[in-house]
């Protein structure tokens, strides 16, 4: 590949424990770029040489998916099997089996990939970008196109782009438990690090995949990709995700099933040689057995249902970043949200000022209170743009129209933050002496104000409070001589009076808490306001409180007393982001499935700290950024219908396992047993493949079936003594019209070998395809609980396909012989009588105490830790193609120093 043309001096390698340590100028001096950050040009050099900021890709490939389906060591020894076969002069049975793996593998790759795809679609609609200086100029670019040399602007809640060197910092904190396992956030300053200071103590530079908890600042790109400190212990975890709850119990089932496959086909084997059937036969038909007794096309059914569920989603304005939030969404048992736009009407307006102070009108408080803006007064006139809800209320107010903002000359400004709550501005009138005005929670600003608040005011402010009304005071006094403030001047204050606001109840919001508990998820609040405001919201809307945590509590408490707290309480108050995510996070250990959701800025700590963080599509870039799932509509009713789809999809998952695993072992059982007694396989090999992937081919339509609302009610978990009690149960229920249908045919039709194979191949395709029916709902089917059309259409096509093999131009080619008329009459009686008998033995099996949904202990608690979190996070610096961003040469230089450990 052509060198490219480099403009200036060559840029020297820099690794960030070197950084570090050096003056942030001779950083910029030896990455070859400066304040101004890099040219457009330069940046897509560097792009193209370095390649991009990723250490995934989401692109679908189809040899991957190919190598999963040939992975598994029974199809493996069934096609050496099949070559021994071959080898040996049974060309017959050896290509039978051939073309049964070929189509088996191919229905799994089919719908293994297009689940893959329609994840690569739904990965690439999401981008994650950041502000970037380039060619002197801030704009927005993608993560992944971030090169060294370019300097990023960040401000709280943002996902740190890359290994960076700090420029500028304004009482900066961030997050790095992700790197270093410690949950105190870490004081950031651009002056050097100490030389050789581990990790965690490179105070002057930021990390790929860190949070800003607070400040803001300006970083210069030192390493991306594999290059950074996040990238090169991402690439060690493996491209694959870590497995999820719902992954890890399909492994002990697999675990279950290979036991028992292992044993049967042991003994099957075995006793065939005992017998002294011939040993290749003998071989194929125990591995035919293993093969029959697994369901394999389960991953296509999970992949196929997970991308089933991601359209239907889609359809209910609910937008997943990943196909495994699905399975997070269903798992939630616990929400936080905040009230604003979910509990409230989210349309906050202005409704009066409360002066408390003698000689302060009304129209002149409302004038203090925009005066406290953070945004230019013009700017703020003209456009909403950047602002609060109360700011961006009090500018839409009537008497906004009035305000001069030439009047007005500001001279400094402390920006709003969670600890302090509130804004300060230091203002002149016309040339008058300067006047410090403060804005902010009324609990922080009367702090301010010493003795010097009338009597009344308190009551005043209750009322308010009682009344839902969200208060902010406003309080001032006199700067002369001041040109600048900083939050020591917030002291002396006068209290001027309070601005009220109004955000009504939603009318739709009574009905999404209902079908929130009748999900059985628990919500709590999690807001800003002050405790009666939210406690007069949940009143009105006849929720049950179980108590209210305010931030002043929420501080004095350790780790285990919050916990505790945290389980009881319905309402936390008055909390910061921090403790917000300090909650969110106690809450997880506790065993419960975490979903957080919001919408701002001081929401996207808790948004990382959740095990689903859910934002709506109106909120802030960073919220949005650091959510797994976006809702069209700020509604809770639309997440209840995302938590029933994830749901929906565990539900006919566990249908297919219990379908398959119960009339598999029960015709594989009959399969074992007939193969001692008889003198003749009562099976061959192929044709027990060919009958297993008729089977499997008509589940496929599984993933669209209706499920009972009963079934939707809780989070589902993976029970595998319920599935070993129903297997064992069902299987050999399925044995007993097996051995009966055996008995006919040997007695009755005198059946020779192919009659005998046709008629337990056609009888055990129509009963283990009909149950479907009955097995799928606890409910009496068809009369309460219909089918979908697709699965009755492709349960019906099966069984005709079935019946018709014995007759059709292949049947001596499959080893069948045509069966007599009067053996179609038995098997409509056999058929009746099974779906009956079945019937009753499911409603005494769900009768017992044994078969009711109770959870251990053991498997409530969470298993997501670290490696979970980290993959999560890595998932945001992804391309969509695959290329050297994964194993770029030298990704692995300079990272020994300062490892964490």
């Not at 900066?172 to 950031?188: Q, Y």
């Not at 290059?227 to 975890?237: N, P, T, V, Y």
Request: proline share 5%; hydrophobic share 50%.
């Amino acid at each position: 590949m052509r060198e490219l043309e480099v403009r200036g001096p060559r840029p020297l390698p820099l690794v960030i424990s070197d950084a570090a340590h050096l003056p942030a100028e001779e950083v910029a001096a030896r990455l070859g770029s400066g304040a101004g950050g890099l040219t457009r040009s330069e940046a897509a050099r560097r792009l193209a040489e370095l390649g991009p900021n990723a250490v995934r890709t989401h692109q679908a490939s189809g040899w991957s998916v190919l190598g999963r389906q040939l992975r598994s060591p029974i199809l493996l020894l069934l096609l050496i099997t099949a070559g021994l076969s071959l080898f040996l002069g049974d060309a017959t049975n050896a290509i039978v089996i051939g073309v049964i793996l070929l189509v088996s593998v191919g229905l799994g790759f089919s719908n293994e990939f297009r689940a893959e795809r329609a994840a690569e679609a739904l990965h690439s609609r999401v981008t994650h970008r950041a502000v970037v200086v380039r060619d002197g100029n801030p704009g927005e670019a993608d993560v992944t196109a971030l090169v060294p040399g370019d300097v990023v602007h960040l401000a709280i809640g943002a996902i740190i782009p890359a290994d960076m060197r700090l420029l500028t910092a304004k009482d900066l904190l961030c997050d790095e438990s992700i790197l270093t396992g410690e949950s105190m956030p870490v004081g950031k300053d651009p002056a050097p690090a100490p030389a050789a200071a581990a990790l965690g103590d490179l105070t002057s530079c930021l990390f790929m995949g860190t949070v800003v908890q607070a400040g803001n600042c300006v970083g210069m790109v030192v390493a991306t990709g594999g290059r950074a400190e996040f990238g090169r212990i991402a690439l060690g975890l493996g491209e694959r995700q870590p497995q999820t709850e719902f992954q890890l119990g399909l492994q002990r089932f697999s675990y279950l099933l290979l036991q028992v496959a292992i044993g049967l086909t042991s003994l099957i084997f075995i006793a065939n040689l005992v017998l002294q059937r011939p040993v290749i036969e003998s071989l194929l038909f125990s591995l035919a057995i293993a093969v029959g007794i697994t369901p394999q096309l389960l991953p296509a059914i999970v992949s196929s249902s997970l991308a089933t569920g991601t359209r239907q989603l889609a359809k209910r304005k609910v937008l997943v970043k990943r196909l495994v939030c699905i399975e997070d969404l269903g798992d939630m048992d616990i929400l936080v949200t905040d009230k604003t736009g979910t509990l409230t009407e989210g349309r906050i307006s202005f409704t009066a000022a409360l002066p408390a102070a003698p000689g302060i009108s009304a129209p002149q408080l409302l004038t203090l209170g925009l005066l406290a803006t953070e945004a230019d007064y013009a700017e703020s006139q003209r456009s909403l743009v950047g602002l609060n809800p109360l700011d961006a209320a009090l500018w839409t107010s009537a008497g906004a129209a009035a305000f001069q903002p030439a009047r007005y000359n500001r001279l400094d400004v402390i920006d709003f933050d969670h600890l302090r709550r509130r804004t300060s501005v230091l203002v002149s009138d016309a040339g008058a002496a300067a006047r410090l005005i403060t804005k902010g929670s009324p609990e922080d600003v009367l702090a301010l104000c010493g003795d010097t608040i009338a009597a009344g005011v308190q009551a005043m402010l209750d009322e308010q409070f009682d009344a839902g009304s969200r208060v902010v005071a406003v309080a001032t006094r006199d700067a002369d001589g001041l040109t600048e403030i900083g939050p020591a001047d917030e002291k002396d204050l006068v209290l001027a009076g309070f601005l009220i606001f109004l955000d009504r109840p939603k009318s739709t919001a009574r009905t999404s808490l209902d079908r929130l508990a009748d999900l059985g998820i628990t919500v709590k609040i999690a807001t800003g306001d002050n405790a009666r405001v939210a406690e007069k919201v949940c009143d009105e809307l006849g929720v049950f409180s179980g108590g209210t945590l305010t931030g002043t509590a929420v501080e004095t408490m350790s780790d285990p007393e919050l916990a505790a707290a945290a389980r009881e309480a319905s309402i936390f108050a008055r909390v910061s982001p921090e403790q917000k995510a300090r909650i969110i996070r106690l809450l997880r250990q506790s065993g419960g499935s975490v979903g957080f959701m919001g919408d701002g800025v001081n929401d996207a700590l808790a948004l990382h700290a959740a095990d689903i963080g859910i934002s709506v599509d109106s909120a802030t870039d960073v919220a949005k950024d650091a959510a797994d799932v976006v809702l069209l509509d700020k509604d809770l009713g639309v997440l209840a219908e995302g938590v029933m789809e994830g749901r929906r999809i565990f539900a006919n998952t566990i249908k297919y396992v219990l379908m398959g695993t119960s009339s598999n072992f029960g015709n594989m059982f009959s399969a074992a047993t007939a193969s001692v007694a008889l003198s003749f396989l009562p099976m061959l090999p192929g044709q027990i493949l060919l009958n297993n992937l008729l089977y499997d081919a008509g589940q496929l339509a599984i993933p669209g079936d209706r499920v009972d609302k009963e079934q939707l009610l809780a989070p589902s978990h993976w029970d595998i003594g319920f599935i070993r009690r129903f297997m064992f149960l069902f299987g050999p229920i399925s044995s007993l019209f097996d051995f009966a249908t055996f008995a006919l045919m040997l007695y009755v039709f005198d059946a020779v070998p192919g009659e005998f194979r046709a008629g337990w191949f056609i009888e055990s395709i129509v009963t283990q395809t009909l149950i479907i029916f009955v097995i799928r709902t606890r409910r009496v089917p068809f009369y309460r609980s219909r089918p979908s059309a697709g699965l009755i259409g492709a349960s019906l096509a099966v069984v005709a396909l079935g019946v018709y093999l014995p007759f059709s131009p292949l049947a001596g080619v499959l080893g069948f012989d045509p069966l007599p008329v009067p053996f179609f009459l038995a098997l409509l009686g056999m058929a009746a009588i099974y779906l009956v008998l079945v019937e009753f033995a499911k409603l005494w099996f769900y009768s017992r105490a044994a078969q009711q949904p109770v959870l251990p202990p053991s498997e409530g608690l969470r298993r997501r830790g670290r490696t979970h979190h980290i993959a999560r996070r890595a998932a945001r610096f992804s391309t969509a193609t695959h290329g050297h961003m994964l194993h770029h040469p030298g990704s692995r230089r300079g990272h020994s120093a300062g490892r964490p450990q």
